[in-house]
């Protein structure tokens, strides 16, 4: 007893220190405070996963978003400001005399951008105008010729013509001539042979003193006269027969003129001919002074458009040749080609409108399809692909789209080679 009643306070003591020290004891069934439960354990094992299903969530959202927002558009960054660049070359050689251009400078076109030395060809020039006004002069008398040829050719014709005539018609008047001077001769020798034989006739009467001597000088003189009748008419048939003997000589000279008149046609067609000679000299004196000025303006390097120069390569005082690199010319027109892929082009046509962001500027412009290549890059590289059965790897290929600016601000400044991002709105 004294033993259990003296172990009883030492036990109450501790015991009470160490309820004073703890909690109140737990109902029986539930595990003491200093313990972790498995109620209190389970939201914090499942804290992992509502953060990852969240993270997933907000991903599948994200994506419906920009599925929904991209949905009939079509985007690439393979794309780049472009321009129709002009490379300016020398046209004729010669020695730079001055380079009135400045590099990286905007220009107008006809602007002179360089001079070369044109004193030769300012000569050359002077002696094509002259050879040019020596051919019209030559042509011009080719021409006057022809007329006067052809006048001539025709008026010498037809007086031949003429003369033939003429003379034919004056050979058959001697013809008659000579016909009734035969016959005036004939007639005059009768009258010659009818008189003598009256003179022999009244020669034997006044023999026999029947008629007086008055009658038989009568009868003697009309004999004379006859005799002197016939030396007349035959000199008019000799007159006659000479007259008609020129006259055949007249004919045959009328025809040999007639004759040598004929080629009219021959003659003309040798003036013409001239004639179209001396213009085909003025027409090839034409283009050489054409040549020859083309020669002088080139030696005015001038701007074609305008637009900056820039890489300007050329210098006063360099002996320059056909062909020698002046600088390039980029124009104030700059488009942009989009290397889209082949699976994204099915539906892009010409016309089509296209967002456009510049790197550059960090910005959007507007735009439209302009053209679309008629192959892909690889097709038309140096050296094309092929994809064989062999040798078969598909990659998918690029095709050029060529996007035009529609509105493009003055104070923007997009220079070949920049990049852009592009989007074109698709059915």
Same mark, same amino acid.
Do not use: C, W
């Given at each position: 007893?004294?033993?259990?009643? !003296? =172990?009883?306070?030492? %036990? =109450? ?14 109902? $029986? ?52 400001? @472009? ?17 009135? !251009? ?13 001079? &070369?030395?044109?004193?030769?060809? $300012? ?5 094509? @105008? ?38 034919? *018609?004056?050979?058959?008047? /001697?013809?008659? $001539?000579? @016909? ?19 003179? /022999?006739? *009244? ?18 003189? $009309? ?7 016939? /030396? ?43 004639? !179209? ?10 283009? !050489? ?7 002088? %303006? ?6 074609? &458009? ?28 700059? *488009?942009?080609?989009? =290397? *889209? ?28 399809? @302009? ?31 060529? &996007? ?24």
């Amino acid at each position: 007893m004294d033993t259990a009643s !003296a =172990n009883t306070p030492r %036990d =109450n003591g501790a015991s009470g220190k160490d309820s004073s020290a703890s909690s109140p004891a737990a109902p $029986a069934g539930e595990p003491g405070p200093g313990v972790l439960s498995p109620a209190a354990d389970k939201p914090s094992s499942k804290r992992p996963f509502v953060i990852v299903g969240a993270i997933i969530l907000a991903g599948v959202i994200a994506l419906v978003v920009y599925k929904v927002r991209s949905r009939g558009k079509e985007s690439t960054d393979d794309a780049q400001v @472009e321009a129709d660049v002009v490379l300016l070359s020398v046209r004729t050689s010669g020695l730079v005399v001055a380079v009135p !251009a400045r590099d990286d400078s905007d220009v107008k076109q006809g602007d002179l951008l360089a001079q &070369i030395d044109d004193v030769e060809a $300012a000569a050359r020039l002077k002696q094509a @105008e002259a050879e040019l006004e020596q051919a019209k002069a030559q042509a011009t008398h080719a021409e006057v010729d022809e007329q006067i040829v052809a006048a001539s050719a025709t008026g010498g014709r037809a007086a031949a013509q003429a003369l033939v005539s003429q003379s034919s *018609y004056d050979v058959r008047g /001697a013809a008659s $001539a000579i @016909e009734s001077a035969t016959v005036e001769v004939a007639r005059a020798e009768a009258d010659a042979r009818s008189a003598d034989v009256d003179l /022999a006739r *009244y020669k034997a009467l006044r023999t026999d003193n029947v008629v007086p001597q008055s009658k038989l000088d009568e009868v003697q003189l $009309a004999a004379e006269r006859a005799q002197a009748a016939v /030396a007349v008419a035959r000199a008019a048939l000799a007159t006659a027969q000479e007259r008609r003997h020129a006259l055949d000589a007249q004919v045959m000279e009328a025809q040999g003129r007639l004759t040598q008149a004929a080629p009219v046609e021959t003659q003309l067609a040798a003036a013409r001919a001239d004639t !179209a000679f001396q213009r085909a000299r003025v027409d090839a004196a034409a283009a !050489a002074v054409t040549l020859a000025r083309a020669q002088l %303006d080139a030696t005015r390097v001038v701007a074609p &458009i305008a637009g900056r120069l820039t890489n300007l390569s050329l210098h006063a005082g360099v002996l320059a040749a056909v062909g020698t690199p002046v600088g390039l010319l980029v124009p104030p027109a700059p *488009y942009v080609v989009a =290397n *889209y892929k082949e699976t994204q082009v099915g539906g892009m046509r010409p016309g089509q409108k296209v967002t456009i962001d510049v790197d550059a500027y960090a910005r959007s412009f507007d735009g439209v399809v @302009e053209s679309i290549a008629g192959g892909t890059q690889g097709r038309f590289s140096l050296l094309p692909s092929d994809n064989a059965a062999t040798n078969f790897v598909k990659v998918v290929q690029r095709i050029p789209v060529t &996007i035009r600016f529609t509105a493009l601000p003055p104070d923007v400044l997009l220079l070949p080679g920049m990049s852009v991002d592009v989007t074109v709105s698709v059915p």
